[in-house]
């Protein structure tokens, strides 16, 4: 298992920006599915967006057009840009690792961060 660290969380005014943050400081990420979850009150887990070997792809409708993954290689970090965040964006977000392909399954993820709290209020 990759051992990962989520950062970038935080407390935002809706309409604000937060960037997270994935990494691992044991394994390379390189040859990884890396995805970003994220667990809202009263839902279950969901997946947001993964990448892998150069391919990202993106599952929550409801964050289309606001939240953008990219990664670093030569950070072995990967990122969730998250803009024009609303109240509903309010939950712990998690990167997650396992090999490819990507998927929106948190089961299909075998590595799992501690999650990072982002909260969307003013």
């Known amino acids: 298992q990759l051992q990962l660290v989520e950062s970038g969380g935080g407390l935002v005014q809706p309409g604000g920006s937060l960037r997270l943050s994935c990494t691992s400081s044991t394994n390379t990420l390189d040859y990884s599915a890396v995805g970003w979850f994220r667990q809202v009150p009263g839902k279950e887990r969901e997946g947001i967006s993964c990448t892998t070997s150069g391919v990202i792809t993106n599952y929550l409708d409801s964050v289309e057009g606001r939240f953008t993954l990219s990664r670093d290689y030569a950070k072995n970090t990967v990122y969730l840009q998250m803009n024009s965040l609303k109240p509903e964006d309010t939950g712990l977000y998690y990167c997650?690792?396992?090999?490819?392909?990507?998927?929106?399954?948190?089961?299909?993820?075998?590595?799992w961060g501690q999650g990072t709290q982002v909260t969307v209020s003013s």
């Open positions: 997650a690792a396992d090999i490819p392909p990507c998927t929106d399954s948190p089961g299909d993820f075998g590595s």
